[in-house]
């Protein structure tokens, strides 16, 4: 059974920086391509930024230039590194695999970004 396990998340001032984990257990995240996404409040899930198995990246226009998304397939990890964050960047961020996303989504990780 695929397990993603989603932390990393907190509460930050704006401008500040945070380093998500998605921690993949069940499924070789090496042989595919690995999204993070985000849900605001009263918002419908969007797409954040994708890391393709070849080394590839893609990236949401509102966080391209302040968002690295990057992988470790030997650890079974994918990572989002966030730097000057906004208010509006304030969701539950989750991981999934692409184009075909895992069923058991994860519980996802809280990012506040507050003065």
């Known amino acids: 059974q695929v397990q993603l396990v989603e932390s990393g998340g907190g509460l930050v001032q704006p401008g500040g920086s945070l380093r998500l984990s998605c921690a993949a257990s069940?499924?070789?995240?090496?042989?595919?391509?690995m999204d993070w996404y985000r849900q605001a409040p009263g918002k419908q899930r969007e797409f954040v930024a994708r890391?393709?198995?070849?080394?590839?990246?893609n990236y949401a226009d509102s966080v391209m230039g302040r968002f690295t998304i990057s992988r470790d397939n030997a650890k079974m990890t994918v990572y989002l590194q966030m730097n000057s964050l906004k208010p509006e960047d304030t969701a539950v961020y989750f991981c999934?695999?692409?184009?075909?996303?895992?069923?058991?989504w994860g519980q996802g990780t809280q990012v506040t970004v507050s003065s």
């Open positions: 999934n695999s692409f184009p075909t996303p895992q069923p058991n």
């Open positions: 069940g499924i070789i995240i090496g042989r595919y391509s």
């Open positions: 890391s393709f198995p070849w080394g590839g990246t």
